[in-house]
């Protein structure tokens, strides 16, 4: 019996674990997916990958990051199955799957504040013009009324590209960029669990 209880406990105690683990994992692979397209931009397109910073008001943690003459282009990755539904102005989106449905934060507003911390570091050294791109694994089908920053992954080069029209930075300041956005971060064990806490507690609110 008491050998019983003590699976039973050990079960409940590493399910959320395993949960956890398996969305991880998830995420880390539609990053993979992201960052085989980035791969493929000009030599001259700076990529920073899985960046933490922190800010006055908290941290902030960015999948990935481009810079080139053009501007710089704050890309969230999102590996969610099922479909996808949402709009601008929702707090909080809808995922449906297996006939079942999720809430979670909007994307747009979530990369907002990532562009927010950029703009921070940087403060008012650049004029530079910032693009922020949702991109979406094929897992998931999107409902969402039609914007060209929400994509799936697979067009993510293409819209990079598309978007590259009138340079802004010469070469020396694309660099300095680079350099600065990678000095400041702060990715390590500690600091990620603490900008979970403190991702928690803002899309309570």
């Known amino acids: 019996m008491y050998i019983t209880i003590g699976i039973l406990l050990t079960f409940i105690i590493m399910l959320p674990l395993s949960k956890n683990s398996s969305m991880y994992l998830k995420g880390k692979q539609g990053e993979k997916q992201v960052l085989k397209q980035l791969k493929k931009l000009p030599k001259d397109y700076y990529i920073i990958n899985n960046i933490l910073v922190k800010t006055s008001w908290g941290t902030s943690q960015i999948d990935h990051i481009v810079i080139c003459s053009y501007g710089i282009f704050v890309i969230e990755t999102k590996n969610y199955e099922g479909v996808i539904r949402g709009n601008t102005e929702d707090k909080y989106w809808i995922q449906k799957i297996r006939g079942k449905e999720f809430s979670f934060y909007n994307p747009l507003w979530q990369n907002g504040s990532h562009i927010r911390a950029i703009k921070s570091l940087l403060a008012a050294n650049y004029y530079v013009p910032y693009y922020s791109i949702i991109a979406f694994s094929k897992r998931g089908k999107l409902r969402i009324r039609k914007q060209d920053n929400i994509i799936y992954i697979n067009k993510l080069r293409k819209v990079i590209i ?32 603490n900008h979970s806490k403190y991702v928690k507690h803002r899309q309570s609110i």
């Open 162 to 193: 598309k978007k590259s029209e009138s340079a802004y930075l010469n070469a020396s300041q694309v660099e300095n960029i680079y350099n600065i956005l990678k000095r400041e971060n702060s990715n390590n064990v500690i600091r990620k669990r």
